[in-house]
């Protein structure tokens, strides 16, 4: 027998299962706080920015018409300077403002760092999307949060429009949005921090339903495996590399050995009684999935003859049909072939005594019909002379001669 090869136990299946549940539970709970977060902060933001822009809109009315092309004009600057002020008096989020005219010359702004009357580079590109969108928020420029001394601060476009409906100038602010940023990450933390007291309340609900289920198979499992190793008929479980990887009480008593660590994590064809009993051939087709159910016999190590019914299940583990272990329940049939040959031998002997009696009784049967046909044929024949010598003495009396003794 070759060396023993060491036999992995595999972990526990609920346990493996409790976690991947939980994490589906904590990815998908990160999943929806963030998408729900964010369409928090989406609706926020649209919300909060259409109001102000609803405003600017509002409190442009007081600039005329020709004041953006004459921006230059001492009036015309005046007015807009009120315009700027304006909006930072009633909307004291809006830190800086820049007025472009339809070209996109910088018409005016309280920024120090810009000078007006310049076409910035980047202007056309601002303008063709806020025509084709009607506004447009996003972040603002890092020298532009710098200079403002904020850090979350936005950037809003929007269109001021004449009586008649004509675009007539472009206003651009700089939206200081820290108080919505903190007022957002409030609800987010709120949120977060429900997701994750659900989601612990779910995974503990788990753990608990997991953790009686687990105990319920666990329970489960020692009552067939106390069933397997009293069971009457042998048992024993290969990998499918043909090691032994389970075997019972009637399995050991079967091949005649005491201690299962000599069988258990050994090759089963490495084991010479089942070379005896003629069966590797059977085990090889059960490890390539086909089944087997045989009768065999063998010499034992005392040299006696041995009968074993063997049956070997292939155990799958896909519905590819892979196989991942073979079952196989062993039958001792021993005494059952004894029991046969007896009862074979004795049935060969009543057979021959009933075919003796029979011959006898046939015999007796026989003399008896003799016997009788000779014995109702001297009846017969005495009462046909009985017969004969009455019609003779009829005879004699009508000639008139008269027999001294009447017949009998």
Do not use: C
């Not at 390539?288 to 009768?295: H, T, V």
């Amino acid at each position: 027998m070759k060396n023993r090869e060491k036999i992995n136990l595999p972990e526990s299946g609920s346990k493996r299962t409790l976690i991947v549940i939980g994490a589906i539970f904590v990815v998908l709970g990160l999943g929806a706080s963030y998408f729900f977060s964010q369409s928090i902060e989406g609706f926020f933001w649209e919300a909060r920015t259409k109001a102000v822009i609803q405003k600017v809109d509002e409190l442009g009315k007081q600039i005329r018409e020709t004041d953006i092309a004459q921006w230059q004009d001492n009036d015309a600057h005046e007015r807009l300077d009120a315009f700027e002020k304006g909006i930072e008096k009633n909307i004291s989020n809006i830190k800086a403002v820049k007025i472009y005219t339809l070209d996109g010359t910088l018409a005016f702004t309280d920024l120090k760092n810009i000078e007006q009357g310049v076409k910035e580079a980047d202007v056309a590109g601002e303008i063709q999307e806020l025509k084709k969108f009607g506004h447009i928020i996003k972040s603002a420029g890092v020298n532009t949060k710098q200079e403002l001394g904020k850090t979350d601060l936005l950037e809003v476009w929007t269109i001021i429009k004449g009586s008649t409906g004509e675009d007539i100038w472009y206003v651009e602010f700089y939206f200081d949005s820290s108080d919505i940023v903190a007022f957002i990450s409030k609800i987010k933390y709120s949120i977060w921090g429900t997701i994750t007291l659900v989601l612990g309340i779910v995974i503990t609900l788990l753990f608990i339903v997991f953790r009686k289920q687990n105990d319920l198979v666990i329970r489960q499992a020692r009552e067939l495996s106390n069933i397997i190793e009293h069971s009457p008929v042998g048992i024993y479980t290969i990998d499918t590399k043909g090691i032994v990887i389970s075997i019972n009480k009637k399995m050991l008593e079967l091949i005649g050995e005491n201690d299962p660590k000599n069988i258990l994590g050994y090759n089963i064809f490495d084991i010479k009684r089942i070379h005896r009993m003629d069966i590797a051939k059977a085990i090889r087709e059960a490890l390539l999935g086909i089944p087997f159910d045989k009768e065999t016999s063998g010499i034992d190590d005392n040299g006696k003859e041995i009968h074993r019914h063997y049956r070997g299940t292939p155990l799958f583990i896909d519905e590819n049909g892979t196989v991942g272990q073979v079952l196989f329940v062993v039958e001792d049939t021993t005494e059952h072939k004894k029991l046969e040959k007896e009862i074979s031998l004795r049935t060969e002997d009543l057979e021959k005594r009933v075919d003796e009696r029979t011959k006898e009784l046939q015999d007796k049967i026989a003399d008896l019909e003799q016997f009788e046909r000779v014995t109702v044929g001297r009846e017969i024949r005495m009462t046909e002379l009985k017969q004969e010598m009455e019609q003779m003495r009829i005879k004699l009396e009508s000639l008139g001669v008269k027999p001294d003794e009447p017949w009998s």
